[in-house]
C-alpha cells in the first residue's frame, strides 16, 4: 500500500493513457449539463456517469489535475477493502482484514487504482451491493431491516451499472435469487425494481449501452475475449488462493497445457499480450511478443483449470443460497468483456475482483506464502503502473 501511495504522489503532472477522455466528460458534465455531457459526439469516454460524477464533485479539491485525481481512486480502493473485510467476516469476527486487503496482490488491479480510470468508483459500489444483498441472504427472517437492505443493495447495483455497464450482467443473479430462495421472493423483486429504475434511464437516453459518440465498440461477441478473461481471473486466483487452481495427475495436467497451447494458437492474438506494455519496454517489441504469446499459452491453460475447479465446487455448494448467488455473479462477470468487442482490456476484470475473493477464499491467517505472493504481485503491479506513467 505503501508502494502504491509513493507511486501515486511522484506520478508525472500530466494525464496519461484514457485519462484524458474521462477526465474530459467530467469537465464538460459542469460546463455544458450533464445532458449535453452525456449525448455529445465528441465525448469519447464509453463509461456512465458515476466516474464523472464523483470527480466533479471533488473538483474543488482536485482542480481536475493530476496526479491530485488519482487519488480518488486510491479512496475508492479503501472502501473496497473496507466493504470487503464486513462481507468476508466469520462467527465472533467482525472484520477480516487480511484477505480483504489481498486484493492489493492482483497486478493488473494497479493501473485501474493507480490511474484516474473508472473501474473503481463502480467497484467500490458493487462491492457495496454484494454486502448489501448477503445481509438479506444471510437473514433468516423476513423482517422490515432486510427489506430495506434489499432496497440499498438494488440502489448500489444501478449506481455500479452506471458506472461500468458491464455490471448489468448481475441482474442476473438478482433474477436467480426468485428460484434459489423464494420465501425472499419480495425482496428480490424490489432490489430488480431499484436497480432498473436506478440505471435504466441511461440507456434510454444513450439508445443503447454505451454513449451515442461511442456506438462503435457494441458491434457483437468476442467469444475468444471470454477465454482472456477466465485467464485474467485464473491468474488473479493464482494470487489469491493458489489451492484453487490444483489438478490431481500429471495426465491432466498434461492435457490442460495442450489444450491451452492449441486454443491460444486458434486465437491468433500475437498483437495483444497480457501485460503489452511492460513487456515491450522491458524487453522490446519482436522478444515482448513471442514472450507474450507464451505466456498467454499458460494463462489459458490456467484458465482452464480455473473453470473446470470452479464448476465443479459451484456444483457441489449449489444447495447453500449465498454461495449459489456468488458462483452465478462471478461467472456473469467473467463472460461480461466478450460484449465490449472492439478490443479486450484487463481492466474489464477487475471489476469482479470483490466477489472473486468471497468465492475462492483467501487464508484469514497471515501466512508466508500470502505475504510472498502480496509481494509479488505488488511488484509486477508495481511496474505494469509505472510503464503507464512513463
Known amino acids: 500500500m505503501a508502494l502504491l501511495v509513493f507511486i501515486i504522489v511522484s506520478s508525472p503532472a500530466k494525464l496519461v493513457y484514457d485519462e484524458p477522455y474521462h477526465i474530459d466528460l467530467a469537465k464538460n458534465v459542469l460546463s455544458s449539463g450533464w445532458y449535453a455531457a452525456l449525448t455529445s459526439l465528441q465525448n469519447q469516454s464509453a463509461a456512465g456517469p458515476l466516474y464523472p460524477a464523483v470527480q466533479a464533485a471533488l473538483s474543488g479539491l482536485t482542480g481536475f489535475q493530476p496526479p491530485l485525481i488519482r487519488w480518488v481512486n486510491l479512496l475508492c480502493l479503501a472502501m473496497v477493502i473496507i466493504t470487503l473485510a464486513k462481507t468476508y467476516q466469520r462467527e465472533l469476527v467482525s472484520w477480516d482484514l487480511i484477505p480483504a486487503l489481498s486484493i492489493i496482490s492482483v497486478p493488473f488491479l494497479w493501473p485501474c487504482v493507480g490511474m484516474a480510470l473508472t473501474e473503481l468508483p463502480a467497484l467500490a459500489v458493487f462491492t457495496f451491493y454484494v454486502f448489501a444483498l448477503m445481509k438479506v441472504l444471510r437473514n433468516p427472517d423476513l423482517t422490515i431491516g432486510s427489506a430495506a437492505w434489499a432496497g440499498i443493495a438494488g440502489l448500489a447495483l444501478g449506481v455500479s451499472i452506471l458506472g461500468r455497464q458491464t455490471y448489468l450482467v448481475a441482474l442476473a443473479s438478482v433474477i436467480l435469487l426468485f428460484i434459489i430462495s423464494p420465501k425472499k421472493w419480495a425482496f428480490w423483486l424490489l432490489c430488480l425494481v431499484v436497480a432498473i429504475f436506478s440505471c435504466g434511464w441511461l440507456f434510454i437516453l444513450w439508445g443503447g449501452l454505451v454513449p451515442p459518440s461511442q456506438h462503435h465498440v457494441n458491434s457483437g461477441i468476442r467469444l475468444e475475449y471470454g477465454l482472456q478473461s477466465l485467464g485474467y481471473v485464473a491468474a488473479a486466483t493464482f494470487f489469491l488462493n493458489p489451492k484453487w487452481l490444483k489438478l490431481e495427475t500429471p495426465r491432466a495436467v498434461l492435457s490442460v497445457v495442450i489444450m491451452g497451447i492449441v486454443l491460444t494458437w486458434l486465437a491468433h492474438d500475437y498483437s495483444r499480450p497480457p501485460s503489452k506494455t511492460l513487456l ?13 504469446f507464451l505466456f498467454r499459452g499458460i494463462l489459458t491453460s490456467v484458465a482452464i483449470v480455473w473453470l473446470r475447479n470452479t464448476l465443479v465446487m459451484a456444483w457441489n455448494e449449489r444447495g447453500e443460497p449465498v454461495r449459489t448467488f456468488l458462483y452465478v455473479t462471478l461467472f456473469a462477470l467473467v463472460a461480461a468483456p466478450m460484449k465490449v468487442s472492439h478490443l479486450f482490456s484487463s481492466r474489464y476484470v477487475v471489476g469482479l475482483l470483490g466477489v472473486l475473493i ?7 491467517a497471515s501466512t508466508y506464502s500470502l505475504a510472498m505472493r502480496i509481494a509479488l504481485g505488488s511488484i509486477v503491479g508495481a ?3 509505472y510503464t503507464y506513467f512513463y
Not at 515491450?280 to 513471442?290: A, D, Q, S, Y
Not at 468471497?358 to 484469514?364: D, E, F, K, Q, W
Request: proline share 9%.
Open 383 to 385: 511496474a505494469t503502473l
Open 280 to 292: 515491450l519496454k522491458v524487453l522490446g517489441t519482436p522478444c515482448g511478443l513471442i514472450v507474450g
Open 358 to 364: 468471497l468465492v475462492v477464499g483467501v487464508p484469514t
